[in-house]
């Protein structure tokens, strides 16, 4: 049996964890797809599709992860996150 998941008719959501296949947007331009999971990532629009992140272009989809992935990367690097290094795990 299918996963709720495995009904989209886009590419698989990137984000993790992974959410199955996205669903493409009907008359939209330039084509563009959202993933359903992401309700999560702020608030919903008029249209029903969530702000933020769950939008993606369906043409060039590869490049837009690569280039989110190195964003979020950069942002990482320059957190300033304490360094934990000396912790001790029990």
Known sequence: MAKREDFGNGDVCPLFPDHGRMYVIKDSDPKKQYCPHQVHDGGVR??????????????????????????????IR??????????EVL
């Not at 008029?46 to 964003?71: C, H, N, Q």
């Open 78 to 87: 320059e957190s300033a996150l304490p360094d934990l290094s000396d912790v």
């Open 46 to 75: 008029t249209s029903g599709i969530p702000a933020s992140r769950a939008m993606w272009p369906l043409y060039g989809f590869e490049d837009t992860v690569k280039t989110y992935m190195a964003r979020l990367d950069k942002a």
